[in-house]
């Protein structure tokens, strides 16, 4: 059964960082696309970082260039989302999620980042940007 279980949200000061995790199972992690989404509260979840299967390949929208990194430890079978430099309109509750129906996207294309893709899908956890 595919499972996925985020965690290391909070309160943080604008400028600070937070990592957060992707906890997976009932399948690995290097098998799918696994993507990190947002949503803030009346707006609509968005798509922000995204890592591939097999060679992990990861792919940003142009909001968190830069200051994201999203990455994998197979033998943790955990994906994680590295988020400095942040602002308060980072506020949102952040979910991982992945496509087990393997739709293949090219390189850099923002298909990778619809919601509708993705199948599988964490409860979420809430990141806080404020002094």
């Known amino acids: 059964q595919v499972q996925l279980v985020e965690s290391g949200g909070g309160l943080v000061q604008p400028g600070g960082s937070l990592r957060l995790s992707c906890s997976a199972s009932?399948?690995?992690?290097?098998?799918?696309?696994i993507g990190w989404f947002r949503q803030a509260p009346g707006k609509e979840r968005e798509g922000v970082a995204c890592i591939r299967a097999g060679n992990g390949g990861t792919y940003y929208t142009g909001s968190v260039k830069g200051r994201f990194t999203i990455s994998r430890d197979n033998a943790k079978n955990t994906v994680y989302l590295q988020m400095n430099s942040l602002k308060p309109e980072d506020s949102a509750v952040y979910y991982c999620a992945t496509d087990t129906l393997a739709h293949y996207f090219p390189p850099d294309d923002p298909g990778m980042f619809l919601p509708k893709v993705y199948n599988y899908w964490g409860q979420g956890t809430q990141v806080t940007v404020s002094s």
């Open positions: 009932g399948f690995t992690v290097d098998s799918y696309y």
